[in-house]
């Protein structure tokens, strides 16, 4: 059995080439450039030239082929230029989802077939697991990587069939200490290399001066919002209000419209300002300001609504208050930036998601839900989030997803990854992560 393993030159891909090579495989490894530029990046971190350098060590220290195979065009047209696009709509987009599904497992797949590979190994914390489904097909079950800090099947969330039939996660049975331990033990030059961080091939960047390469700047308010627009909103009230009836009945006895409703984020365009002129200073020189508002009060300014992301703490620069500012909304046609005081602002918390139906997608075809049904199951909605108790309800106009406590940061853009239950007496029964889809 030929395996191709996509040597990054980190610690985790290594510790798999390293593991596969001593249980036997026919192993070559193949290190992928995807990215050229350096508008926006910051220098010193996931640099791909350092990486591709210690990859080769590495090779060369496990005694397996080296290959370099340059996917930077694929990469930009699939990934990066879909991540401008979702930038662009006010969506927050996560292009290692997108990377795995359309890099690794597609374009880099094709690349190692072309080698001779059967299969590509990866330093994914994950594991798959074969199961014959109802209509007596073998396929593959996505699971949980056993490091529960390490977890990583939430950026494979996206894969298919096909593509997981294809994939090894030879360190998902390990801890990132045993990783670590072993790659040292070993004496691979990559051993004790960090993590890396920021955006999957391209490294850690100053996001709006990464974006400002296709988005243009377009300056505007930002708006905090206070609590009393939250006490008159008639929204608010009617949300909350079906909220306790759910809390009450059961998120079964909301109808479609009323699901759709709570799905539906507060719209905050109606805090207006009117001006009015004073004199100021011994001159008495004319000045404009804003009339007091009950409901919020502009708070500084941006240079484009479409550079922030729900619950974006940093890059505000807004000063005068008592606890940290959060980005509870954005108005992209409105050049607005809405924003609350407080980690427990009402505007960052929310209990129903709706995934239209374009949209959502199932690893295995007998897991796949139908309008009418319900079904319980654990869902994460950001890489690292602890898993969080969710009724799912399938309906004509998609999937919504209703969690048991109101979820932060609900973003547009990002994926949930439902995982079904498990036994929490069973330490080796691991949740299948059994279906995602783009908020």
Request: contains cysteine; hydrophobic residues 35%; glycine residues 8%.
């Amino acid at each position: 059995m030929k395996v191709c393993v996509g040597l990054s030159g980190g610690v985790d891909s290594s510790v798999a080439a390293l593991l596969l090579k001593r249980q036997g495989y026919d192993v070559f490894a193949m290190f992928m450039q995807n990215w050229h530029d350096t508008e926006g990046t910051l220098h010193g971190d996931c640099e791909w030239e350092e990486d591709k350098f210690v990859a080769e060590l590495v090779a060369r220290k496990i005694g397996i082929p080296f290959y370099f195979v340059d996917l930077s065009e694929e990469y930009r047209q699939r990934v990066v230029d879909y991540m401008f696009d979702e930038y662009a709509c006010g969506r927050t987009p996560n292009p290692d989802v997108l990377c795995n599904r359309e890099i690794k497992f597609d374009a880099f797949l094709r690349k190692a077939r072309e080698l001779g590979a059967d299969l590509v190994a990866t330093g994914h914390y994950c594991r798959k697991e074969e199961v014959t489904d109802a209509d007596g097909v073998r396929r593959w079950k996505l699971l949980e990587g056993i490091d529960p800090g390490k977890d990583q099947s939430y950026f494979l969330c996206q894969l298919s069939q096909e593509q997981l039939a294809c994939a090894m996660f030879p360190i998902g049975d390990m801890l990132k200490s045993e990783v670590r331990q072993l790659a040292a033990d070993a004496d691979l030059p990559s051993a004790d290399k960090k993590d890396s961080q920021g955006i999957c091939f391209v490294g850690k960047v100053d996001l709006p001066v990464f974006l400002q390469q296709k988005l243009k700047p377009a300056e505007g308010d930002v708006v905090e919002v206070f609590d009393a627009w939250y006490r008159d909103s008639e929204k608010y009230a009617a949300d909350s209000a079906l909220i306790e009836r759910a809390g009450r009945d059961g998120w079964e006895s909301l109808s479609e419209s009323e699901l759709e409703q709570l799905a539906t984020p507060c719209d905050y365009s109606g805090i207006q300002f009117e001006t009015q002129t004073y004199r100021s200073g011994k001159h008495h020189t004319k000045k404009t300001r804003y009339k007091p508002n009950p409901h919020g009060a502009v708070a500084g300014r941006h240079e484009g609504a479409q550079f922030y992301t729900i619950g974006q703490r940093k890059g505000l620069s807004i000063g005068g208050h008592a606890r940290p500012l959060f980005v509870i909304a954005t108005d992209i046609a409105g050049r607005r930036v809405y924003v609350g005081e407080g980690d427990d602002h009402k505007g960052l918390f929310r209990s129903v998601l709706r995934i239209a139906p374009r949209d959502l997608h199932w690893m295995r075809p007998a897991l796949a839900m139908s309008p009418g049904d319900s079904l319980r199951c654990r869902v994460r909605i950001r890489y690292r989030q602890p898993l969080q108790d969710a009724l799912l309800l399938m309906r004509d106009s998609g999937l919504y997803v209703c969690f048991d406590k109101p979820q932060r940061s609900i973003t547009p853009g990002q994926f949930a990854a439902f995982h079904a239950l498990s036994d929490p007496a069973d330490p080796h029964d691991a949740p299948e992560l059994f279906g995602s889809g783009i908020i």
